[in-house]
């Protein structure tokens, strides 16, 4: 099956400084999400988003299907960004990524 | 409109017992789906519903592990003689159709088992 690889796995940031997540999958998808789990562990759906690009706010989000790649940007970010940020990937079903733990200090 | 829902939020249960796990999925979503989060298996596809084409089960971990739908409303998975390995949160999704649609979560039911 696919497979989906995040990095980094840990990312500390001040308040305020911008930060990329990036998602390598192994094989061609017709899904891509990105979540971002908050503390009380519901995945919350940030972007839908198996090619090209889309903007949210402060959050903006690129697909690169003929490389298998995709990339979360946080800009300008808020403590409130802190948790774990999760790729999922589907041929059929969603296959996750081990996340990103981000920690941003005020 | 209304999201997912899961009941219950959270589940203690004795080693051995037998547990059932609620989804409602979101109004007019006809693709459902269970995954399951535990500390040392990250976030893990269990098994994925389609209108009334046979479940794709290829995630379930062992024949304990068992799930229905009621047409295109709710599922239940079950556990039988739960074990501490299960203890995890279950997760339920729905998609419009496919799962090449986007997926809602719900909140999770957490698991534990003594």
């Known amino acids: 099956g696919i497979q989906v690889e995040q990095s980094p796995p840990d990312l500390i940031l001040q308040e305020g400084a911008n930060s990329t997540l990036r998602c390598n999958f192994s094989?061609?998808?017709?899904?891509l999400q990105w979540f971002h789990q908050n503390p009380w562990g519901q995945l919350i759906n940030l972007f839908y988003?198996?090619?090209g690009t889309k903007q949210n706010g402060r959050l903006s989000a690129t697909t690169v299907a003929t490389e298998r790649y995709s990339l979360l940007y946080i800009s300008s970010s808020q403590t409130t960004d802190s948790g774990v940020y999760f790729c999922?990937?589907?041929?059929?079903?969603?296959?996750f990524g081990e996340g990103t733990q981000l920690t941003v200090n005020p | 409109g209304a999201g997912v829902s899961q009941s219950p939020s959270n589940k203690v249960t004795e080693k051995g017992k037998d547990v059932e796990l609620r989804c409602d999925p979101i109004?007019?979503?006809?693709?459902l789906y269970w995954y399951r989060q535990s500390l040392g298996q990250g976030l893990e596809f269990l098994i994925y519903?389609?209108?009334?084409?046979?479940?794709?089960k290829s995630g379930l971990p062992s024949d304990r592990f068992s799930a229905e739908r009621t047409g295109e409303s709710v599922s239940t998975l079950t556990i039988q003689r739960t074990q501490q390995e299960d203890s995890a949160v279950y997760l339920c999704?729905?998609?419009?159709?496919?799962?090449?649609?986007?997926?809602?979560f719900g909140p999770g039911t957490r698991l534990t088992v003594l």
């Open positions: 109004s007019g979503h006809t693709a």
């Open positions: 999704a729905s998609s419009e159709t496919s799962s090449y649609n986007e997926q809602f």
């Open positions: 094989d061609s998808v017709n899904n």
């Open positions: 519903f389609q209108g009334n084409s046979a479940p794709d």
């Open positions: 988003i198996p090619s």
């Open positions: 999922g990937a589907s041929g059929s079903r969603l296959t």
